[in-house]
T-cell receptor, first 113, second 116 residues
C-alpha cells in the first residue's frame, strides 16, 4: 500500500550545490510531509505542506506541491556535508489501520566536501 | 527535554524466543506507532494506538503484539510467529489522535533487532 515514491533513489553532490528530491503519490491528500533520517537513527520531521499550499520554506529547505500532478519536491539549497541522510516523503494512505501515514522508500543524499 | 526513548539500541535473540522492545514518550502525545524498516526500504506500519487501552493493526501486524496500559508507554513484542524478525524498529508518537496523518510524527532512535 505504498503511497509516496521518491525519486531519485540516490543522489550524490558536492558541498554548496543544490539537491532536489521528488515525491509522487497516488491518491488525493490532506497534506504531505517530508522527513530526514541519519544513518541508524530515527526520522526527523522537516516540513508539512497542506493540500491548499503550493510552496513552503524552512531555512535552506523549499518544498513545492503540485496536486494536479500528484507530486512534491524538496529542494535543499547550498548543501552541506551534514545534510547527508535519507529523505522520505509521507502521505495519508489507506491500509489495514484505516488512514495512516505511509512512507516512501526514500532518497539517499550524499554530500561530499 | 521531551522526546521518545527506545531501548535497547541493539538486541540479539535466538530464533523461537519472544522479545519485547520498549518505547516511552514524555511528550504527552495521545497517539503512538510502531514501524518496521528493512534495508533500503520505507517504513511499514505494524501497530498504532490512538488512546490508552486501544490499538489497531497496521499493514504487517502478524507475529507482533502490543499493549497500551499507560499514555507514556507502548511496548512491542516480537513473537516467535514472526517469520523474519530481524529489522530496525522505530517507535513514533503524534499529538493528534484524531487523524494520524495530520500531525508530524516524533520518532525515537530505533532498536535494531537481530534474530539468529
Amino acid at each position: 500500500s505504498q503511497q509516496g515514491e521518491e525519486d531519485p533513489q540516490a543522489l550524490s553532490i558536492q558541498e554548496g550545490e543544490n539537491a532536489t528530491m521528488n515525491c509522487s503519490y497516488k491518491t488525493s491528500i490532506n497534506n504531505l510531509q517530508w522527513y530526514r533520517q541519519n544513518s541508524g537513527r530515527g526520522l526527523v520531521h522537516l516540513i508539512l505542506i497542506r493540500s491548499n499550499e503550493r510552496e513552503k520554506h524552512s531555512g535552506r529547505l523549499r518544498v513545492t506541491l503540485d496536486t494536479s500532478k500528484k507530486s512534491s519536491s524538496l529542494l535543499i539549497t547550498a548543501s552541506r556535508a551534514a545534510d547527508t541522510a535519507s529523505y522520505f516523503c509521507a502521505t495519508a494512505g489507506f491500509n489495514q489501520a484505516g488512514t495512516a501515514l505511509i512512507f516512501g522508500k526514500g532518497t539517499t543524499l550524499s554530500v561530499s566536501s | 527535554d521531551g522526546g521518545i526513548t527506545q531501548s535497547p539500541k541493539y538486541l540479539f535473540r535466538k530464533e523461537g524466543q519472544n522479545v519485547t522492545l520498549s518505547c516511552e514518550q514524555n511528550l504527552n502525545h495521545d497517539a503512538m506507532y510502531w514501524y518496521r524498516q528493512d534495508p533500503g526500504q520505507g517504513l511499514r506500519l505494524i501497530y498504532y494506538s490512538q488512546i490508552v487501552n486501544d490499538f489497531q493493526k497496521g499493514d504487517i501486524a502478524e507475529g507482533y503484539s502490543v499493549s497500551r496500559e499507560k499514555k507514556e508507554s507502548f511496548p512491542l513484542t516480537v513473537t516467535s510467529a514472526q517469520k523474519n524478525p530481524t529489522a530496525f524498529y522505530l517507535c513514533a508518537s503524534s499529538r493528534d489522535s484524531a487523524s494520524s496523518y495530520n500531525s508530524p510524527l516524533h520518532f525515537g532512535n530505533g532498536t535494531r533487532l537481530t534474530v539468529t
